[in-house]
């Protein structure tokens, strides 16, 4: 995984206990702790909970209900670096201090897998999402995650390849824009949708043009103005 990780913008390193000789102990815990199910040291993880804010990845049978990750052999170490850049892209981008596109890496597939036909909705109402499930369904598409934070929209980018995403423009807790412009550039021959009551033809002229040009910028290429028109949808979606 280390050997993986060297050449792409982010780099994970084993972490060690203690620093050199002559300075203060290194107090700080290891982000990610790694435990082979089938070793005597196992058993401790079962007896305690693992200290607050380490991720523990399980690898092999019987894991404990803490365990954040659990792989069975041969382990595929793609997947488990897509797992942790999503945790730590998003962990900076809440700091305020990177942008997405900067801080999560294309993601790694095995060699031979074939890209699946699903879905990514990002925010929305419950009654839009059911709306935009129930036309991608119409065509083929069951397979429909959704997110209603960050680190959860960037978990799906980075598991998995996109033929359709929507996200909610308006939405104000999430930062949709930069997710859906991380997502076109990790899923380019997809459909990246935007919607927004901004773009909707009661708004103000100067609202929908300045909607328009930031989706370009964002590599949004489609705009569809709140209330969602049901026949719209359904031009934009039968180009899947």
């Not at 982010?10 to 815990?29: C, D, I, K, S």
């Not at 380490?54 to 997947?79: E, F, T």
Request: net charge negative; aromatic share 6%; with cysteine.
């Amino acid at each position: 995984m280390f050997r993986l990780s060297e050449e792409r913008e982010l780099a994970y390193a084993l972490w060690m206990p203690l620093t050199a000789p002559g300075t203060h102990q290194n107090t700080a815990l290891a982000e990610v702790a790694l435990v082979d199910g089938d070793s005597a040291e196992a058993v401790l993880l079962h007896a305690k909970e693992t200290p607050a804010g380490q991720r523990l990845i399980w690898v092999g049978n019987n894991p404990p209900p803490h365990a954040w990750r659990v792989l069975q052999r041969p382990i595929q170490w793609a997947s488990v670096l897509n797992d942790l850049n999503a945790v730590y892209a998003a962990r900076q981008v809440d700091s305020g201090f990177l942008d997405l596109d900067v801080t999560l890496p294309g993601p790694l597939e095995a060699e031979g897998t074939a890209p699946l036909k699903r879905a990514l909705i990002v925010g929305a109402t419950a009654p839009e999402r059911q709306r935009l499930v129930d036309l991608l369904q119409r065509r083929g598409i069951t397979e429909v995650d959704r997110a209603d934070s960050t680190e959860g929209a960037l978990e799906h980018i980075a598991r998995h390849r996109y033929s359709c995403g929507v996200f909610d423009l308006d939405e104000h807790h999430v930062d949709t824009w930069q997710l859906a412009q991380h997502f076109a550039q990790n899923n380019q021959n997809a459909l990246t949708m935007g919607i927004s009551e901004h773009a909707g033809p009661l708004a103000p002229w100067l609202n929908r043009r300045r909607v328009r040009r930031d989706t370009e910028r964002s590599g949004i290429n489609a705009l569809v103005g709140r209330p969602l028109p049901e026949a719209e949808l359904q031009r934009w979606f039968d180009l899947l």
